[in-house]
């Protein structure tokens, strides 16, 4: 979603969120996730176990790092669920991480900020001219 945001941001668009962008998902930025992933290679107890920071960010959230990350004003375009989406659509996911972190302690190295401002200078700012 940062990709596309920056995408069109970089054509002169106000990024494109649905609705007023109060929908909540579960970010983790991948290194939190390989990291965790890694980690769960040397538990015991096997099994299938959510990967995510247990913390929900809205649209808007993650909008507004993309912004602060690439130094831009704060410009987004609501635009209304399409039909077809409606009924389908989750207004809030996050994850259930009380498997994963049973005697474990959930440290991550990037918060929303954070995470989104690693990769936009190392992927959206180094692959393209601004």
């Not at 989406?85 to 900020?113: H, I, P, W």
């Amino acid at each position: 979603m940062i990709w596309q945001l920056s995408l069109q941001m970089k054509a002169g668009r106000r990024p494109r969120v649905f609705e007023h962008g109060e929908q909540y998902r579960d970010f983790i930025y991948v290194k939190d996730a390989v990291k965790m992933t890694c980690d769960s290679l040397n538990d015991k107890r096997g099994g299938i176990f959510n990967i995510g920071r247990g913390e929900p960010t809205t649209w808007n959230q993650l909008a507004q790092a993309v912004f602060k990350a690439l130094k831009k004003p704060s410009q987004i375009e609501y635009i209304d669920m399409p039909a077809d989406l409606v009924r389908q659509y989750q207004n809030y996911t996050c994850a259930e991480m009380n498997k994963y972190s049973k005697d474990k302690e959930l440290v991550f190295g990037y918060d929303t900020d954070s995470a989104v401002k690693d990769y936009v200078q190392n992927h959206i700012l180094l692959d393209h001219q601004w």
